[in-house]
């Protein structure tokens, strides 16, 4: 067997099924995110959520797949026929192809490359294409007001995150985020780095155009944005992409500062869960922030959005950054590869 995995064919069949390890349970978990999200709004509402379609509502997700599958799928007659269909295929693809270097536990990730974290900054700057293309194609002025608001409010929301990655990098030493989780074996960069989980954890709401800062789709300005003219199947990987996205951001989250697959503390009687195990319950810990903060805050209007992006996280991120590498240069805790 060991002779075969050798082989080019072995090689290749080893790739493809370590990546259906980790697509297909993330199609899963994207999919069941928009049934806990409606049960979480629901019991914040008072209210009941999806509780027809199958036991407790479950499977709920499996009929929402099938509406979109069934319906037509729409392109307006001035759009760019080619560009409207391959906006939400680059959204949908970039949030697959990001988990690549994700490491769920030690050394279990897709692609083992010691330049991940560089990896995972270049995915998610490249997911505005997806946005601003779909609202470029679609010849609406609503769609296209979406797509330069979201622009904006990612490209400004990505400085912080660079900031707040190099701060961590710092501490490290390395650009690997297997590196980064193994570095918290004895603290939770959470703990030093406070104000910077907070920075990371609140751009990522921006960045994934998540409430409070869902301004790219205004429902009540421009009704929906960016993927307003979307209907069928496109919508719906747009609705994947966003989901998967926000899996992404939590999934980042948990390694730069939660510690990743490591077990709280380190001791009994937490070691007894499996790596993997922790990793998804700090990252449906994160999910339901994500959630909770949906249904709690209101929306921001876009200067105070501005405001907080380039007048608020920008001059912390950087300060932060400044005063860790003074504090590793000062105790000596520079990190030596």
């Not at 609202?135 to 979201?150: E, P």
């Not at 918290?184 to 960069?189: A, E, G, L, M, T």
């Not at 790596?275 to 909770?292: E, Q």
Request: proline share 5%.
């Amino acid at each position: 067997m060991t002779e075969f995995l050798a082989t080019p064919i072995g090689t290749l069949i080893l790739l493809v099924l370590e990546t259906l390890a980790i697509l297909v349970p993330l199609l899963v978990f994207v999919a069941y995110a928009t049934w806990a999200e409606r049960k979480v709004l629901g019991a914040m509402h008072l209210r009941k959520g999806p509780n027809v379609v199958g036991l407790f509502g479950l499977l709920q997700p499996f009929a929402d797949a099938l509406k979109m599958l069934m319906k037509e799928t729409i392109i307006p007659a001035g759009a760019n026929r080619a560009l409207f269909l391959l906006a939400p295929v680059i959204t949908f693809v970039l949030a697959m192809i990001a988990w690549a270097v994700v490491p769920v536990n030690d050394g279990w990730a897709v692609a083992k490359i010691n330049v991940g974290v560089l990896y995972l900054f270049a995915i998610s700057s490249l997911g505005v294409y997806g946005v601003i293309i779909a609202g470029w194609a679609s010849n609406s002025k609503y769609a296209f007001l979406g797509a330069m608001r979201s622009a904006a409010q990612m490209v400004s929301y990505e400085v912080s995150i660079g900031f707040v990655m190099v701060s961590v990098l710092l501490c490290v030493g390395s650009l690997n985020l297997n590196d980064i989780v193994l570095a918290q074996r004895h603290v939770w960069f959470v703990i030093p780095l406070l104000p910077m989980f907070l920075v990371f954890f609140i751009s990522g709401l921006a960045e994934t155009n998540r409430s409070p800062f869902d301004l790219p789709e205004g429902e009540s300005e421009i009704v929906a944005g960016f993927f307003v003219e979307y209907s069928s199947l496109a919508f719906g990987l747009f609705f994947l992409g966003e989901y998967a996205n926000m899996f992404l951001m939590s999934a980042m989250t948990t390694i730069l500062f939660l510690g990743g697959w490591l077990a709280p503390f380190g001791v009994e009687p937490f070691t007894w869960l499996p790596g993997p195990i922790w990793f998804l319950l700090k990252v449906f810990a994160c999910m339901f922030v994500f959630i909770w903060v949906r249904g709690t805050l209101p929306r921001y209007r876009y200067d105070q959005l501005m405001r907080l992006g380039w007048k608020v996280f920008l001059p912390l991120s950087l300060f932060w950054l400044v005063l860790t590498a003074g504090v590793l240069m000062a105790t000596g805790w520079v990190p030596r590869t």
